[in-house]
């Protein structure tokens, strides 16, 4: 079945640390990808998306993903963290444009001031 | 521009019964999308409308159901209740694309007793 991997559920990191999430997917066609944040008390809203061109997608607050095909992941970055990032982050994945987004189970982000 | 509104926000009900919940979209978004969100499966995909029609539907049982109507707002509907049931219900709604961002509600907290 296709499915959606989040290798740590749980991430505790200093400010300033670098971070780097991983996001892998069981597809081997066509993908559309996503990443999705929900800070504390707020909607779930878009981080940043891939669905074609330049693998390397750069999005708000400093964040940007790498879509490499060959292993079949779409990891998230950001090279230096702050307390307000602080959040729960999704990967989900669209898979051959079918209008059904298949999520992650999600990565809980704690930034220590 | 308003966002996507879920009512009610919480509600709660005993096994056996059935419950109807709304989103209303964005103004000028067509498609709506629902999701299951629970603490151990994270979101799963319930099924998406577009211009009153389904478009595709996750691998949930026949007891749940939903509905678009003409002005894009959207009602789901879970017939005889299971424990299992209890969750957060999340609406999302975009322009009309696999590809577009998907804009969440706040979603209802149902509790099945």
């Known amino acids: 079945a296709q499915s959606v991997s989040q290798h740590n559920h749980h991430v505790i990191l200093s400010e300033a640390a670098s971070l780097e999430l991983g996001c892998n997917y069981s597809?081997?066609?066509?993908?559309?990808l996503f990443w999705y944040v929900q800070y504390p008390g707020q909607h779930l809203q878009l981080l940043l998306k891939?669905?074609?061109?330049d693998p390397l997608v750069k999005g708000i607050k400093g964040f940007e993903a790498e879509f490499i095909k060959s292993k079949f992941s779409f990891n998230l970055r950001k090279p230096s963290v702050q307390w307000s990032d602080t959040a729960e982050y999704f990967c989900?994945?669209?898979?051959?444009?079918?209008?059904?987004?298949?999520w992650g189970a999600g990565t809980k982000l704690i930034i220590k001031p | 521009k308003a966002g996507v509104t879920q009512t009610p926000r919480y509600l709660i009900k005993t096994r056996g019964q059935q419950v109807t919940l709304s989103c209303s979209p964005i103004?000028?978004?067509?498609?709506v999308s629902w999701y299951q969100q629970t603490p151990g499966q994270g979101l799963q995909f319930l099924f998406e409308?577009?211009?009153?029609?389904?478009?595709n539907k996750g691998n949930f049982p026949g007891r749940f159901s939903g509905r678009q109507f003409s002005n894009s707002r959207s009602e789901m509907n879970v017939s005889t209740l299971e424990l299992g049931d209890s969750a957060l219900y999340l609406c999302?709604?975009?322009?009309?694309?696999?590809?577009?961002?998907?804009?969440f509600g706040p979603g209802t907290r149902l509790t099945v007793l």
């Open positions: 597809y081997g066609g066509t993908v559309n």
């Open positions: 103004s000028g978004h067509r498609s």
């Open positions: 999302a709604s975009s322009l009309a694309t696999s590809t577009d961002t998907q804009y």
């Open positions: 409308y577009f211009s009153e029609t389904q478009r």
């Open positions: 989900a994945v669209n898979m051959d444009s079918n209008y059904q987004l298949i």
């Open positions: 891939y669905f074609s061109g």
